[in-house]
């Protein structure tokens, strides 16, 4: 199947800091990526979606200014938590949307990154 | 996308197929039904999807009532490192749309 990267797989930072997280497919052109975060014994929430070169679009109650998204080309998103607090610790994880082969989209997932602000 | 329902958990014995079934009856003509898995501390894994003809690939096998309301995922040797949580989920291929999570079955391979 479709490979699907993020990084950092984890990061630990401090309240009020900012910090980056990386998706990036790796063999073949996402036309649409989608970002996703799970809470401890919950189910995946989406957050948002976006289109290589568009304005990601936001899920109601998702703040886009405090979750920047990027997708600057078919193979790399990134989500920028600004100013992050305790609150916003939790498991993100992305997709990546495209044509694998056959007439279907498939998405494909990251390995997800664990984010824990102190 | 239209719903689905499937049961909290299951247990299934090691080497024994994992039959896990969900129900769709409001799905639409053009849904498609997909099936991802999600091992503890890891993201979701593609298994499976298909419209209305049973499927079947390295992983598993999906079968699809002939009135597509409901389906069965078969992991035909069920091992230890199947242990995870099965979302099976209905959405409209090639709409560009993200898929939707529900609660999943969590499926426990004993020895």
């Known amino acids: 199947g479709a490979v699907v990267s993020q990084h950092p797989s984890w990061v630990i930072c401090k309240s009020g800091t900012s910090v980056k997280i990386e998706c990036r497919s790796l063999?073949?052109?996402?036309?649409?990526m989608f970002w996703y975060r799970q809470f401890p014994k919950q189910s995946l929430m989406l957050m948002a979606t976006?289109?290589?070169?568009?304005?990601?679009?936001?899920e109601q109650g998702v703040e886009k200014d405090k979750f920047l998204i990027n997708h600057a080309s078919l193979t790399l998103s990134t989500l920028t938590v600004t100013s992050a607090h305790p609150e916003d610790s939790s498991f993100y994880i992305c997709?990546?949307?495209?044509?694998?082969?056959?007439?279907?989209?498939?998405?494909?997932f990251g390995p997800g990154t664990r984010l824990t602000v102190l | 996308d239209a719903k689905t329902t499937q049961p909290p958990s299951m247990d299934c014995a090691e080497g024994r197929a994992a039959n896990l079934p969900c129900n769709h009856s409001?799905?639409?003509?053009?849904?498609?039904v997909y099936w991802y898995r999600q091992i503890h501390s890891q993201g979701p894994q593609y298994i499976i999807h298909?419209?209305?003809n049973n499927e079947t690939n390295e992983m598993a096998s999906l079968i699809i009532t002939e009135d597509r309301k409901s389906s069965t995922l078969i992991l035909p040797h069920a091992t230890l490192r199947d242990t995870a949580v099965y979302y099976c989920?209905?959405?409209?291929?090639?709409?560009?749309?993200?898929?939707?999570f529900g609660k999943g079955t969590s499926l426990l391979v004993t020895p």
């Open positions: 997709s990546a949307s495209g044509w694998t082969g056959g007439n279907t989209d498939t998405q494909y």
């Open positions: 063999d073949f052109q996402a036309t649409t």
């Open positions: 976006s289109n290589e070169g568009s304005k990601a679009t936001y």
């Open positions: 409001t799905i639409s003509g053009n849904e498609y």
């Open positions: 298909g419209l209305k």
């Open positions: 989920i209905v959405r409209v291929v090639n709409s560009g749309y993200a898929l939707n």
